[in-house]
């Protein structure tokens, strides 16, 4: 992670990011100021520093290297807090120094005192990340995140968050809502991906995925053309159905609402066989399916993209074409004798 000072940023993301902060932590935060806990542990150290200088003079040593030895537990456990939340703090700095705007609605202060009560004590590296981003995304625009999605992520292992990962970069968002193809039967997923069914009920029994197999509905058309769109990570996915086309059903695993939540600090990794296998699902005749890549994405629902290229045939969809191909030739040769 590069080294910078949030002092030297500023703008408002990031004086909305030390104010939300100090909100949290109860006291002005100066970034990365080297603390002894005075304001945090004062009240505790001084009456341990009374207690021992007590000790002393009643020539009661031992005594006082005991409090001498839960003055400096106290101190190390506050100072490794708050290196964990400047480390947290300059992970978000440096999402919010990429973000000309944000929003003026004010983070709530329960939801910032519940944000550091939890992310003080967060010192894995890759888990300080995720909550650097959390914490970057709420100030973009506060209520992004639940308190429920807070406590659970609280109590998520590493194992488990790499799992969700995992599963996250197989996401697919359409109308809203978020959801995966089903890897049952489908052997690019569980052979290509490791994705396989203990992990799903792993993710269901945490509350990240429901816990039924669902369809997920592809609109039929009646007189007139229509346009689906599907995102998946980086890659927009466009649909394109003649009139007259009846609905289509994807078999799916879906994302719960913390689920989605959480699927906001993941980028989505898939490439293009699992954009290749969303297309073979829908495509028949009469449906045009292109895809391109996704310059940016608005806050109203807008993509910009590259030009838009047609999505090609996976492999088992270039078998049966060819022996379709084969099939019509020979027909056509018997015809022909």
């Known amino acids: ?31 990365r100021s080297i603390r002894k806990e005075a304001d945090a ?12 200088s007590k000790a002393l003079g009643e020539g009661k040593e031992n005594e006082a290297e005991t409090y001498l030895r839960i003055q400096e537990r106290i101190l190390f456990k506050e100072l490794e807090r708050q290196n964990n939340i400047d480390q947290i703090a300059e992970i978000a700095a440096e999402q919010l ?5 944000v929003s ?18 967060v010192s894995d590296e890759q888990m300080q990340e995720i909550w650097g981003r959390i914490l970057a995304g709420e100030i973009k625009k506060p209520e992004s ?16 968050a790499d799992t969700f990962i995992k599963f996250g970069n197989l996401s697919i968002n359409s109308a809203g809502v978020s959801f995966m193809l089903n890897f ?15 992990q799903r009920l792993l993710l269901e029994e945490l509350g990240l995925l429901t ?31 003649s009139a007259n086309i009846p609905e289509q059903q994807l078999q799916v695993l879906v994302f719960t609402k913390i689920g989605q939540e959480l699927l906001k600090l993941t980028e989505s990794k898939a490439d293009l066989e699992y954009v290749k296998l969303l297309a073979s699902k829908l495509r028949r005749e009469g449906v045009l399916i292109k895809y391109g890549a ?18 090609p045939l996976t492999e088992k969809e270039l078998e049966a074409k060819r022996l379709k191909e084969e099939k019509e030739k020979k027909k056509n040769e018997q015809k022909n004798n």
């Open 1 to 31: 992670m590069p080294e910078f000072n949030l002092i030297k940023l500023d703008g408002k993301p990031i004086e909305k990011l030390i104010d939300v902060i100090s909100k949290g932590i109860g006291t002005i935060y100066k970034p």
């Open 145 to 160: 995140y639940s308190l429920r999605t807070l406590e659970l992520l609280k109590n998520l292992s590493k194992k488990e």
């Open 211 to 241: 816990a039924n197999d669902l369809q997920f509905k592809v609109n039929a058309t009646k007189e007139n053309n229509s346009t689906e769109y599907f995102v998946i990570g980086k890659t927009i996915i466009v649909v394109e159905k």
């Open 104 to 121: 003026d609605e004010p983070v709530s202060k329960d939801w910032s005192k519940r944000f550091f009560n939890i992310a003080e004590d």
């Open 97 to 101: 120094n990429q973000e000309p705007n």
């Open 41 to 52: 542990k004062a009240y505790e150290i001084g009456i341990i520093e009374s207690a021992k």
């Open 184 to 198: 049952k039967k489908e052997p690019l997923l569980e052979e290509t991906y490791k994705v396989n069914f203990h």
């Open 294 to 311: 996704i310059i940016e994405q608005f806050d109203d629902g807008r993509i910009s993209h590259t030009p838009l290229m047609d999505v």
